[in-house]
């Protein structure tokens, strides 16, 4: 699976942006998708999941100001953040993981700066 973000920017507190992951290679709709972010010294942390039912899971940090989606159709996923904070300046990376496999695949990073 080779995974393509894009959406980089810099967008100002209280901004958004949608970031979307287009994913080639295999079976889209069998994997779990998810964002990433990471802060230079710090660990990688979940942003947010959708599985293959499009159940999602989020990050308390997150919840209510991020949104993720799917589209099977394109083999893409999104993900929409709104009131956007400082705080979440990170790279961003996409990660599609094989539910039947347990095979994990990552994008490149894309970064995100949000200024105050």
């Known amino acids: 699976v080779q995974l393509q973000a894009s959406g980089r920017g810099l967008v100002q507190a209280g901004g958004s942006l949608r970031l979307s992951c287009e994913a080639s290679g295999n079976t889209f709709s069998a994997y779990t998708m998810s964002w990433y972010r990471q802060d230079p010294g710090k660990q990688r942390e979940l942003v947010a999941s959708i599985d293959s039912s499009s159940t999602t899971n989020y990050a308390v940090s997150v919840m209510g100001r991020f949104t993720i989606s799917r589209d099977n159709d394109k083999d893409t996923v999104y993900l929409q953040m709104n009131s956007l904070k400082p705080e979440d300046t990170a790279v961003y990376y996409c990660?599609?993981?094989?539910?039947?496999?347990?095979?994990?695949?990552w994008g490149q990073g894309t970064k995100l700066t949000v200024s105050s």
């Open positions: 990660n599609a993981k094989s539910e039947a496999t347990r095979c994990s695949y």
